[in-house]
């Protein structure tokens, strides 16, 4: 699938926020889990560190003050928000849905509210349905959620995932804006690929003795990985009618680093338009690109007008691009055309740090290193009970 903005039907980004565990997992902690080291780690996937949740963390944990992190930014409230969707192969829980539970948490009460599941590609998927909402009259003001607990569902003694993956959630706010935002998007899946990244036993499809933990063939989804993201990020700039020269800033999903650089190398991007963060936060899935976006922006290299393309890859398999016009952060429009207002009629006071510029504190996130909390394997008791992969306790393996 693939298509161009409507002309004449402007929507942006006009907020972001981002959230991720305080808990700080090295290589060197990894090695006590699995046979591995820092360097074998480091050498094959550039990662030096990822975030993982506590085990009191769900989804909606990370994603709640993400989102509240967007609105501030975009100058809203819950209650402007008419449409929620989350990205997320971990959700809450089955039903309810994640994205009902933050609408209710932010008091988005009109707001409809849904979770999709597209793998690491959820937050492109997402973009474009908020996009298409937006577009076509249904949604005045999107609240976008990516992001997973992928913790949650890793076997801890399996290095080939392990190693790649971690938690962390983003949100952005899409509103109509007068100038121009995104341009098109690019959307596939190829579920004949759907076996090389896959959790059987998770849901109606019985199978013997799932041990529900994520499975990949690592050969299989490189060669993939490195074939889309080149081959979508192109046939998007070719119906948009742009060169990559013209792209300002490179958003790749942050699988590993190997990947990422044979994308930028194919497609020709220089090195300093290229977002890369997989060493810090490893592979977050659908939060990979927003936490992307929120680092581009803290390091002042996400400006408005820019041109900035962002691809997607990841389980079903899927893939999805898509390019846009950076815009000027949320100027806080109530939808009747006037600013809002706090307390007798005063501009408030995020509108008034607005106007004497001060950076907002959504898109920031921690860049010191903290040094992680040592957690022993205990003497006894299921694999599942290290490192934050249990719900508050012990995790037996289940069965069909």
Not at 35 to 42: F, G, Q, V, Y
Not at 346 to 355: E, H, N
Request: proline share 5%.
């Amino acid at each position: 699938m693939i298509g161009t903005a409507v002309e004449g039907l402007d929507v942006s980004i006009t907020g972001l926020g981002c959230k991720v565990p305080d808990r700080v997992v090295t290589n060197e902690e990894l090695s006590q889990y699995v046979d591995t080291t820092d360097e074998w780690i480091l050498e094959r996937t550039g990662i030096r560190e990822r975030r993982i949740a506590a085990p009191d963390e769900a989804l909606s944990d990370l994603a709640l003050p993400a989102c509240r992190d967007a609105l501030a930014q975009a100058g809203v409230e819950g209650r402007d928000i008419d449409l929620l969707i989350v990205a997320t192969v971990t959700p809450d829980m089955a039903f309810p849905s994640t994205a009902a539970i933050l609408a209710d948490a932010l008091g988005a009460s009109e707001a409809a509210a849904y979770d999709l599941s597209a793998g690491c590609t959820g937050f492109m998927y997402a973009l474009a349905q908020g996009y298409g909402m937006l577009a076509g009259g249904l949604a005045k003001r999107a609240l976008v959620v990516g992001g997973d607990v992928l913790s949650r569902i890793l076997d801890w003694e399996d290095r080939s995932t392990l190693v790649l993956f971690g938690d962390g959630a983003g949100a952005v706010v899409l509103e109509a804006v007068p100038e121009r935002g995104f341009i098109g998007f690019e959307l596939g899946a190829d579920g004949g690929g759907g076996a090389n990244l896959w959790l059987p036993g998770s849901g109606s499809r019985l199978f013997d003795e799932p041990d529900k933990y994520v499975k990949m063939n690592g050969r299989e989804v490189f060669r993939f990985a490195t074939r889309i993201l080149v081959q979508s990020a192109e046939q998007l700039l070719a119906r948009c009618g742009v060169s990559i020269d013209e792209v300002d800033l490179y958003v790749p999903h942050q699988a590993n680093t190997r990947i990422i650089d044979h994308a930028t190398r194919k497609l020709g991007v220089p090195s300093e338009r290229v977002v890369i963060n997989v060493d810090r936060y490893g592979n977050t899935s659908s939060g990979s690109i927003p936490l992307a976006l929120a680092d581009a922006a803290a390091d002042g290299r996400l400006r408005p007008g820019e041109l900035v393309l962002m691809t997607g890859m990841g389980a079903g398999l899927t893939w999805g691009s898509a390019l846009m016009r950076w815009s000027k952060e949320g100027r806080g429009r109530n939808g009747r055309g006037h600013r809002r207002r706090g307390p007798r009629g005063a501009p408030d006071l995020r509108a008034r740090q607005r106007r004497v510029g001060a950076r907002p504190r959504a898109a920031l996130l921690p860049r010191r290193r903290r040094r992680p909390r040592r957690h022993r394997r205990p003497a006894a008791g299921p694999r599942g009970d290290v490192a934050g992969g249990a719900r508050g306790g012990a995790r037996p393996r289940d069965r069909a």
